[in-house]
């Protein structure tokens, strides 16, 4: 059964950081390209970042382009998303996703190309 489970949200004053996780199982995380999305009140899903199977080409959304990274564990079969400078419009529920390519090399990371996908973690900015 796969599973991915994301932590580490919660409630932050603007210019605060936190540190997302996403804790997988039941495929092969090490082949994957993952992702992070957000999706904000009224709003729809959008891409935040993503990061190769073997780490080596990075991705951002210009809105947290400079603030926020993307690193994975494949070891810990876990990605993570430290987000600094946290801003109020940074406020939305965050999501993992597994991409449906292996060693997928593109750069494209939208929500028809995810395979798999987290229950998603609260993240609220306040001003």
């Known amino acids: 059964q796969v599973q991915l489970v994301e932590s580490g949200g919660g409630s932050v004053q603007a210019e605060g950081s936190l540190r997302l996780s996403c804790a997988t199982s039941?495929?092969?995380?090490?082949?994957?390209?993952m992702a992070w999305f957000r999706q904000a009140p009224g709003k729809e899903r959008e891409f935040v970042a993503a990061?190769?199977?073997?780490?080596?080409?990075?991705y951002y959304g210009d809105s947290v382009e400079g603030r926020f990274t993307i690193s994975r564990d494949n070891s810990k079969r876990t990605v993570y998303l430290q987000m600094n400078s946290l801003k109020p419009d940074d406020t939305a529920v965050y999501y993992c996703?597994?991409?449906?390519?292996?060693?997928?090399?593109?750069?494209?990371?939208?929500?028809?190309?995810?395979?798999?996908w987290g229950k998603g973690t609260l993240v609220t900015v306040s001003s």
């Open positions: 039941g495929f092969t995380f090490q082949f994957y390209p």
């Open positions: 990061i190769s199977w073997n780490s080596n080409r990075l």
């Open positions: 996703a597994a991409h449906r390519e292996s060693f997928y090399s593109g750069s494209l990371f939208d929500n028809n190309g995810m395979r798999y």
